[in-house]
């Protein structure tokens, strides 16, 4: 049960989130069950390595960085995610989840600060978003909606308006290659809405 099956484990500034720029310790972990179209990590859905939590405790501790961002693939799909978010909470980490939000998160524990997807049309798994997770949500968590075009901006713009989420953050990030961020600033500044325009910083500074 102790073990996780592990893509990769790398240090690195966080990229994305209400964390972008800070330093953080990555477990990546193998394996998703969903297919989205612009999906830039797909070898993470390759088989990974099993390592026991005290082989992942060792090569996190190598690290100079008590923030821990647990992503995969989908790292809920593993169910032992969740007693490893409890081990690195006990251990003083703070931990981040990065989860694509078609599975439970109910069992995640309530200090983690959870960043959680909406799959929008685009990325071919737009009805994906498992809308009991809207009541596991706390203040500090966050949502995130990646854009490849305006209709995905419609179906995010909507889905705020009908579920009003409570939380820390609501980020629109679009595909570079789908939606240039200029497009999706006038958008924003056009329906004032107060999310957060969301670039991937490890990419402009090309970082893992
Ligand atoms: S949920 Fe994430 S890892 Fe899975 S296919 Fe979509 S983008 Fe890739």
Excluded at 131 to 140: D, F, G, V
Excluded at 164 to 188: D, G, R, Y
């Amino acid at each position: 049960m102790n073990t996780l099956e592990v893509c990769e484990i790398f240090y690195s500034l966080q990229g994305e989130s209400s964390y972008q720029g800070m330093p953080c310790v990555f477990i990546r972990l193998s394996g998703c069950n969903l297919r989205c179209s612009w999906c830039d990590t797909k070898y993470s859905h390759a088989p990974g390595e099993w390592l026991s939590f005290d082989e992942i405790m060792h090569a996190i501790s190598l690290y100079p960085c008590k923030l821990v961002e647990l992503t995969g693939g989908e790292p809920i799909w593993q169910e032992a995610s969740i007693p490893l978010m409890e081990k690195l909470l006990e251990l003083g980490y703070t931990v981040l989840l990065e989860t694509n939000g078609s599975l439970d998160i109910s069992e995640v524990p309530d200090q983690v600060i959870k960043i959680v997807d909406v799959k929008c049309p685009g990325s071919g798994c737009g009805d994906s978003f498992m809308k009991y997770n809207l009541r596991s949500l706390k203040a500090h968590d966050e949502l995130k909606f990646v854009l490849t075009n305006y209709p995905d901006y419609e179906f995010a713009k909507a889905f705020l308006e009908i579920h009003k989420p409570q939380v820390n953050a609501i980020h629109f990030s679009p595909v570079s290659t789908l939606l240039a961020p200029e497009t999706l600033a006038e958008w924003l500044l056009e329906d004032g809405l107060p999310v957060k325009l969301s670039l991937q910083l490890h990419k402009m500074l090309n970082l893992r």
